[in-house]
């Protein structure tokens, strides 16, 4: 695991958290949460439930106390303000509309609370819904749009107001899949459209890295990680972050070091490398993590080129669509394989595995990431 306070390096920040705790009734939740998001950038907040990023989130726009440290907008702290002070709009799951008013009276809701004269806040509702695709729907009450077309209402009325730092709890949960596919795209582009630094919380590792060009991921109140998405997915810093990046097949290895480089053993199979192929791997007993489309199957007595060649047995066999998924016994772990290839159930098979595609940890590590 990296430090607990880690900062995505920015000059000028739009936001700067530092040394951020928050405890629900006495229970830390946030443990000194260090970051910087830089002005127009957009990150995702990422991780499993209960690992602080809502809080994380909902402590920036000020529905959450903190127990200490800063939150910093324009070198000012702004822990200690109300939420309507920050300078910050959110977006909800639920939408938060009030089901009594149009889309005119929604979107233009804090355009009124600040005192906004009706012909601006007509023609300012007028051009953000011509962005939103929603021309027309001024007189419509909102409970007679669709899911699609009341997040775009929500988006408009947070984007109304001109908030410097757009925040998104998870908004578009509540749509079907396509819809949803649909939003990701549309809020990306608005985002950059506008320059707005956003921050959006999900739980969904496709929409962030499709969303974000920046993510965050959380573990118990701690940052993990911080990186492009890129980076993260291919580069993971932990096991825990490896795994929650969908590299969830877990084969137990022993590494050692040899005169000519490095020797990998995993199930009786071994792989050695050159001091020039092998990356600085753990030495000792370690645990590789990989994709189920980083493996393939090969005949049992196939010529390993260099790849780590698993002996194992087809345990079950299935067909999601253009290709096989397998379960395969190998190394006293059952590993997600998908292949071309069809096979049988109970056939012996060599599970090939290039070693670059491994994410390899100490075993210790990763029995704490478990």
């Known amino acids: 695991m990296q430090a607990e306070t880690q900062t995505m390096s920015c000059a000028g920040a739009a936001i700067q958290v530092r040394d951020l705790r928050v405890a629900y009734g006495g229970t830390p939740v946030l443990h000194g949460v260090s970051l910087d998001f830089a002005p127009g950038t957009f990150t995702a907040l990422l ?13 920036l726009c000020g529905f959450v106390p903190v127990t200490s440290g800063a939150i910093l907008v324009g070198n000012r702290d702004v ?16 939408y938060a509309l009030w089901p009594h008013m149009t889309v005119l009276q929604n979107m233009g809701y804090g355009l009124r609370l600040r005192g906004k004269p009706k012909a601006e806040i007509v023609a300012k509702v007028a051009a953000l819904l011509a962005m939103l695709g929603l021309t027309g729907y001024e007189e419509r009450k909102v409970t007679a749009l669709s899911g699609g077309q009341r997040q775009r209402v929500a988006l408009g009325r947070a984007l109304a ?3 410097g730092i757009l925040l998104l709890d998870e908004p578009l949960s509540n749509l079907d899949a396509k819809i949803r596919m649909t939003m990701r795209h549309e809020i990306r582009a608005i985002q950059q459209r506008l320059g707005v630094t956003a921050i959006h919380v999900t739980h969904d590792r496709e929409e962030a890295m499709t969303m974000a060009d920046r993510l965050v991921i959380m573990q118990a109140g701690r940052v993990a990680q911080v ?11 932990s096991a825990f972050v490896a795994n929650f990046m969908g590299a969830e097949n877990v084969l137990p290895l022993h590494v050692e070091r040899t005169g000519a480089g490095t020797a990998i053993t995993a199930g009786g199979a071994v792989v050695h490398l050159t001091n020039r192929d092998a990356p600085a791997h753990p030495t000792g007993e370690a645990v590789a993590y990989f994709r189920d489309d980083v493996a393939s199957l090969d005949a049992p007595d196939a010529d390993p080129r260099g790849d780590l060649l698993v002996p194992g047995l087809i ?6 669509g ?25 056939v ?23």
């Open 315 to 320: 345990v079950a066999r299935s067909y999601p």
């Open 47 to 59: 991780g499993s439930s209960g690992c602080g990023k809502t809080t994380l989130l909902r402590s």
């Open 79 to 94: 822990a200690p303000l109300p939420p309507e002070k920050r300078g910050m709009a959110m977006v909800f799951q639920s």
């Open 348 to 370: 012996a098979v060599s599970l090939r595995i290039p070693t670059e595609r491994l994410h390899i940890f100490p075993a210790a590590e990763a029995a704490l990431a478990a």
């Open 227 to 237: 990186g492009s998405p890129e980076e993260v997915y291919d580069r993971p810093a």
């Open 161 to 163: 107001i001109d908030p």
């Open 322 to 346: 253009g290709l096989y998924r397998y379960r395969v016994e190998a190394a006293g772990r059952q590993i997600t394989v998908d292949d071309a290839t069809r096979h049988e159930p109970g």
